[in-house]
């Protein structure tokens, strides 16, 4: 595709509901990286893939947070019983590799929990 | 935690009149990024400075890297309406071994037509 999609883009969760958001990458990048963002405050990372590998997930803030990427390309993160404190804007980035170059964002996912 | 923070945490400006940011950061860096984002939307890459180059212009940007001051600067001249937006400075930092870009909090520019 032409850009990183993000779907749903609106999703409202009851507390203790399970959810899962997706990530389509631009095609042939390499990594993928995960991000929360609170109102108002800037996107804290949550996770990193390079291809199918999670080499990094000392953003996920707890054993709830699950993210993965199986064949290197779509990834999925899931919410198991989501908390109010879950809501925010999820945001999907991509790379083609390489550690020093920019990123592409989605337009992101906004969770609210009710 | 944040790498970066900008300063000023929001700004108002009139349609011309520059704008200036400015990004502190606290640990080494190989490049420091600025990104762009539009209210609910997904932040667009606007420039990346090396951590060899001092100064850099795209357009109507203008982004100056001080690494003795940890700290770089975003000037948008002749600013427009389309500018109101949020400004964040992100940097993959190098002691850390994260390959992910750490952002700061942002400002928040408002620009009146």
């Known amino acids: 595709g032409a850009g990183v999609s993000q779907s749903p883009r609106y999703k409202v969760a009851k507390r203790g509901q399970d959810v899962a958001l997706r990530c389509d990458p631009i095609?042939?990048?390499?990594?993928l990286f995960w991000y929360q963002q609170a109102l108002g405050q800037g996107p804290e990372f949550l996770t990193y893939?390079?291809?199918?590998?999670?080499?990094?997930k000392s953003g996920l803030p707890s054993d709830r947070f699950f993210a993965e990427r199986p064949e290197g390309s779509v990834s999925t993160l899931k919410i198991q019983r989501t908390q109010q404190e879950d809501s925010a804007v999820y945001l999907c980035?991509?790379?083609?590799?390489?550690?020093?170059?920019?990123?592409?964002f989605g337009q992101g996912t906004r969770l609210t929990v009710v | 935690s944040q790498q970066g923070e900008e300063d000023p945490q929001a700004l108002s400006i009139q349609e011309g009149e520059n704008a200036t940011m400015n990004c502190s950061y606290k640990?080494?860096?190989?490049?420091l990024q600025w990104y762009r984002q539009n209210s609910g939307r997904g932040l667009v890459h606007l420039i990346l400075?090396?951590?060899?180059?001092r100064e850099k212009h795209s357009g109507r940007l203008r982004v100056t890297l001080d690494t003795s001051k940890k700290s770089s600067s975003l000037l948008i001249t002749a600013s427009r309406a389309a500018d109101t937006a949020s400004y964040f400075c992100?940097?993959?930092?190098?002691?850390?071994?994260?390959?992910?870009?750490?952002f700061g909090s942002g400002t928040r520019l408002q620009v009146q037509p």
């Open positions: 980035a991509s790379r083609p590799g390489g550690e020093w170059t920019e990123a592409f």
């Open positions: 095609s042939g990048h390499v990594s």
């Open positions: 893939f390079q291809n199918e590998a999670q080499l990094d």
């Open positions: 640990t080494s860096i190989n490049n």
């Open positions: 400075i090396r951590s060899n180059e």
């Open positions: 992100a940097s993959p930092p190098m002691d850390t071994g994260r390959r992910a870009l750490t």
